[in-house]
């Protein structure tokens, strides 16, 4: 299916109803932007977690194989902002976006946004979310021998399957794996090699 900007608003929208009727009423104006190809991969280069990850060989050529279209910039999400009268804001680098989900139909695009929606809204208000699921950040943290950044993305991926049906869950995982297969495969190979 073809993407278009109003099907990024439009989910975005039925997303943040979602999630204000499962999970917590949205205090503040969430908005999502576009940003080029350019600049968000360069913001993606600077990422500690993405460094870590080239590092240990998962990307060949990162600005072809990265597949992640979707951010929250530090400066985007925070507090201040409520006071200054700015909304909250998810970053879309939507020309990675339309090239990566070009070949699935519209109702795998759909599940596959919501989720991500869903992680970066996590993100937003995890301050929040991890005093509604202490349990839940502590064994994110103790997975990841307490790894604040990286337990901060498992906890991001773990609201979205209480916020969405099984059904969607089950698309999604379908379109991640084939979206991921690529990195996926050399971090096994990486971590095969690690163990030798
Ligand atoms: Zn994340």
Same mark, same amino acid.
């Given at each position: 299916? &073809?993407? +278009?900007?109003?099907?990024?608003?439009?989910? $975005?929208?039925?997303?943040?109803?979602?999630?204000?009727?499962?999970?917590?009423? !949205?205090? #503040?104006?969430?908005?999502?932007? $576009?940003?080029?190809?350019? @600049?968000? *991969?360069?913001?993606? &280069?600077?990422?500690?977690?993405?460094?870590?990850?080239?590092?240990? %060989?998962?990307?060949?050529?990162?600005? &072809?194989?990265?597949?992640?279209?979707?951010?929250?910039?530090?400066?985007?999400? *925070?507090?201040?902002?409520?006071?200054? %009268?700015?909304?909250?804001?998810?970053?879309?680098?939507?020309? !990675?976006?339309?090239?990566?989900?070009?070949? $699935?139909?519209?109702?795998?695009?759909?599940?596959? /946004?919501? #989720?991500?929606?869903? #992680? =970066?809204?996590?993100?937003?208000?995890? +301050?929040?979310?991890? =005093?509604? $699921?202490? @349990?839940?950040?502590? =064994? +994110? *943290?103790?997975?990841? +021998?307490?790894?604040?950044?990286?337990?901060?993305?498992?906890?991001?991926?773990?609201?979205?399957?209480?916020?969405? %049906?099984? &059904?969607?869950?089950? !698309?999604?995982?379908?379109?991640?794996?084939?979206?991921?297969?690529?990195?996926? /495969?050399?971090?096994?190979?990486?971590?095969?090699?690690?163990?030798?």
């Amino acid at each position: 299916m &073809k993407l +278009n900007k109003k099907f990024f608003e439009s989910t $975005f929208d039925s997303t943040k109803r979602m999630f204000e009727s499962k999970m917590m009423k !949205i205090p #503040h104006e969430v908005i999502i932007k $576009f940003q080029s190809k350019e @600049d968000y *991969l360069v913001a993606v &280069k600077e990422n500690p977690l993405i460094q870590t990850q080239i590092n240990l %060989g998962f990307y060949k050529d990162i600005e &072809k194989e990265y597949v992640g279209f979707a951010v929250v910039y530090a400066n985007d999400k *925070l507090e201040l902002r409520t006071i200054m %009268g700015l909304p909250y804001a998810i970053t879309i680098c939507d020309e !990675i976006a339309k090239d990566v989900l070009k070949p $699935f139909t519209s109702t795998e695009i759909k599940a596959y /946004l919501t #989720h991500v929606y869903l #992680h =970066e809204l996590t993100h937003i208000f995890d +301050n929040k979310l991890k =005093e509604t $699921f202490p @349990d839940m950040w502590q =064994e +994110n *943290l103790s997975k990841t +021998n307490q790894n604040v950044p990286m337990a901060n993305e498992l906890f991001a991926e773990s609201i979205p399957p209480i916020v969405m %049906g099984e &059904k969607d869950i089950s !698309i999604y995982k379908s379109v991640e794996k084939k979206l991921w297969s690529k990195v996926i /495969l050399r971090a096994e190979q990486a971590k095969r090699q690690r163990r030798l």
